[in-house]
């Protein structure tokens, strides 16, 4: 039964990357835009900081600004500094980013369903 599952969790894996290729994304990446896309509409009493994100990606990589800074290059996140505190930043989001995160989710759910 271990490994069954696995194989299925390679295989997830496999066709996830595959697809996420298509995008330019690595999976880190498509994680930190779910995160971002998670944020839109709550109401916070600070911004959402690229410490923020680190603290709820799968992966707890030391690299964060690096990849905040790969993703504003990509158009799909906007980063910019906060009014309370220069030493952070505001993640959000772009309308690119929630567009490439929808067409992502369709593809992902429809392969995974054949």
């Known amino acids: 039964m ?22 330019e994304l690595t999976q880190q990446q498509f994680n930190a835009l779910r995160i971002l ?7 916070r009493d600070t911004s959402f900081s690229t410490q923020d994100l680190r603290e709820l990606l799968l992966d707890k990589m030391s690299d964060t600004s690096r990849l905040v800074d790969r993703l504003v ?21 772009t309308e690119k980013g929630v567009a490439s995160l929808t067409e992502i989710d369709s593809q992902l759910h429809m392969s995974l369903i054949q």
């Open 37 to 43: 896309r998670g944020q839109i509409g709550v109401e």
């Open 73 to 93: 290059k990509k158009e799909v996140i906007h980063k910019k500094p906060c009014d309370h505190d220069a030493r952070r930043v505001h993640l959000t989001i």
């Open 2 to 23: 271990i490994k069954e599952r696995l194989k299925s969790g390679n295989w997830i894996g496999v066709e996830a990357n595959k697809l996420l290729e298509e995008f």
